[in-house]
């Protein structure tokens, strides 16, 4: 956070930040899109299977609590896929998975075999595509990569209009079966989406570098070294406080909606004016942060967008009529927008390339815990005091103290300490130049054991992939 990674490509290649990268970007849209959107599309399939298994709304809510739980719980278990396998096949594997689910839960009899099918199965396959598809995007893009996080999370909301609409149609024509028997067709999709991932190729080498370069060490599978990184810590334990109240008010707007008296329809218009919101969000959100002065503070920017958004609950727990909720949703799509939009572009730009895969799956993982305790506890308090008005501040307070964290944490406890060790490394670079300089030409000579360690050494900088196995698919 105190200072930026430079991602250089693999072997000294730098992200080529278009190109072949427009294709990943588009991919990745698609599987941010399927990620975020699907777990509330299914939704729509609850009252056809409440009538068919005679159980209740809470039976059914636990498929999109186990589809949301898996793909946020399960990223340590990406990261080492992504690691040992590479992006590409763990993406072709998860998007068998995903329609594989749906397919399946088609011919399911009961609510626990859609809890496996749909949930586990279905989760775990969009998790395995979701994760790679962001890693894949942070290689091929650098200077852009601001504007291609914000185009690539564009894809949630787009997808939570379409998809939503989709399966209405799906459910009255064919039925929650058929329903779920299309939808798993179309998450063969993400396997297209895994097919463009094609893996950077580094630059074709000697015969005499090539041995050094066999005899590397291997990558480890999950890369625990990231906690040493305090920038890692405080953004992770910043992420996880704020997930427990992000999620709140879209569960619940339309519930708010209906207390006050208002027609289901008018109450389901707030989730569509908040989608629509966020679709121009996300984007404008992302070239915002890829502005000369902006990006090198985008820590800050982000810190704002939390902050905005926790201000933005604290007023909408006031709204007494519907247009207030209106209001609150135009402005909560604006600052929802904004932190899906730089989310990951901060955990990119603390990390780098190199251990990011490790670090998205470890981060993914503690905002799991969150996501499973804040709608649930914002449920029980409801049911405490029947007033949506302290579920909204609670959110909003959640939020706004994560905002604190980052900020303050970054000020405070990484920005002074970042700069010890790059004026160390800064010093000794300049004694070697020095050295160098003051050199004759016969000592200007370099030893060609020296060219071998520099070889072997170079690709470990600036978060290159030289070394991962995708690069041999």
């Given at each position: 956070m105190g200072a930026v990674v430079a991602d250089d490509g693999p072997s000294?290649?730098?992200?080529?930040?278009?190109?072949?990268?427009?294709?990943?970007?588009?991919?990745?849209?698609?599987?941010?899109?399927?990620?975020?959107?699907f777990p509330k599309a299914v939704s729509v399939f609850f009252k056809e299977?409440?009538?068919?298994?005679?159980?209740?709304?809470?039976?059914?809510?636990?498929?999109s609590s186990i589809l949301l739980a898996m793909l946020y719980g399960t990223g340590p278990l990406c990261s080492v896929c992504v690691n040992r396998?590479?992006?590409?096949?763990?993406?072709?594997v998860g998007g068998l998975f995903a329609s594989m689910g749906m397919v399946i839960a088609s011919f399911c009899t009961s609510i626990v075999q859609i809890y496996l099918t749909a949930g586990v199965i279905t989760g775990l396959g969009l998790a395995l595509n979701f994760q790679p598809s962001l890693i894949m995007l942070n290689r091929y893009f650098d200077k852009r990569r601001p504007?291609?996080?914000?185009?690539?999370?564009?894809?949630?909301?787009?997808?939570?209009?379409?998809?939503?609409?989709?399966?209405?149609?799906?459910?009255?024509?064919?039925?929650?079966?058929?329903?779920?028997?299309i939808l798993g067709g179309m998450l063969l999709n993400c396997c297209?989406?895994?097919?463009?991932?094609?893996?950077?190729?580094?630059?074709?080498?000697?015969?005499?570098?090539?041995?050094?370069?066999?005899?590397?060490?291997?990558?480890?599978?999950?890369?625990?070294?990231?906690?040493?990184?305090?920038?890692?810590?405080?953004?992770?334990?910043?992420?996880?406080?704020?997930?427990?109240?992000?999620?709140?008010?879209?569960?619940?707007?339309?519930?708010?909606?209906?207390?006050?008296?208002y027609q289901d329809t008018?109450?389901?218009?707030?989730?569509?004016?908040?989608?629509?919101?966020?679709?121009?969000?996300?984007?404008?959100?992302?070239?915002?942060?890829?502005?000369?002065?902006?990006?090198?503070?985008?820590?800050?920017?982000?810190?704002?967008?939390?902050?905005?958004?926790?201000?933005?609950?604290?007023?909408?727990?006031m709204s007494v009529d519907y247009g207030g909720l209106v209001v609150f949703c135009i402005f909560f799509g604006i600052s929802y927008g904004m932190v899906g939009a730089l989310q990951f572009e901060v955990l990119m730009a603390i990390v780098g390339t190199q251990k990011f895969s490790s670090a998205i799956?470890?981060?993914?993982?503690?905002?799991?815990?969150?996501?499973?305790?804040?709608?649930?506890?914002?449920?029980?308090?409801?049911?405490?005091?029947?007033?949506?008005?302290?579920?909204?501040?609670?959110?909003?307070?959640?939020?706004?103290?994560?905002?604190?964290?980052?900020?303050?944490?970054?000020?405070?406890?990484?920005?002074?300490?970042?700069?010890?060790?790059?004026?160390?490394?800064?010093?000794?670079?300049?004694?070697?130049l020095n050295k160098s300089e003051n050199k004759s030409p016969e000592d200007a000579k370099v030893d060609s054991i020296e060219v071998e360690q520099f070889l072997k050494d170079e690709p470990e900088k600036n978060g290159e992939v030289v070394t991962n196995p995708e690069t041999c698919v």
């Open positions: 000294g290649v730098k992200a080529p930040d278009g190109g072949w990268g427009w294709a990943v970007l588009f991919g990745c849209f698609i599987i941010t899109g399927f990620s975020y959107a299977l409440i009538r068919e298994f005679g159980i209740g709304y809470s039976d059914t809510a636990w498929i396998f590479g992006c590409r096949p763990v993406m072709l504007l291609a996080n914000g185009l690539s999370a564009a894809g949630s909301p787009v997808f939570l209009c379409a998809l939503s609409p989709l399966g209405q149609i799906l459910q009255h024509e064919y039925g929650w079966r058929g329903g779920f028997l297209v989406c895994g097919a463009l991932m094609r893996p950077l190729e580094p630059p074709k080498k000697s015969e005499a570098t090539k041995e050094p370069d066999e005899k590397k060490v291997k990558k480890k599978l999950l890369d625990f070294s990231v906690f040493k990184d305090g920038g890692f810590v405080i953004y992770a334990l910043a992420a996880s406080i704020m997930v427990l109240g992000l999620f709140v008010p879209p569960v619940f707007v339309v519930s708010y909606a209906k207390d006050l008296g008018k109450a389901a218009f707030l989730l569509t004016i908040l989608g629509f919101i966020d679709i121009f969000a996300r984007p404008i959100c992302g070239m915002v942060a890829g502005l000369k002065w902006v990006r090198p503070r985008c820590v800050y920017l982000f810190s704002f967008a939390m902050i905005f958004n926790g201000f933005t609950d604290l007023m909408g727990s799956g470890l981060v993914l993982l503690a905002e799991a815990m969150a996501v499973l305790i804040g709608p649930p506890s914002a449920g029980k308090l409801l049911d405490a005091t029947g007033r949506y008005m302290f579920v909204f501040i609670i959110a909003g307070i959640e939020v706004t103290t994560s905002a604190l964290v980052l900020a303050l944490g970054n000020f405070f406890c990484i920005k002074k300490k970042s700069e010890e060790p790059h004026t160390k490394e800064e010093a000794a670079e300049r004694e070697e």
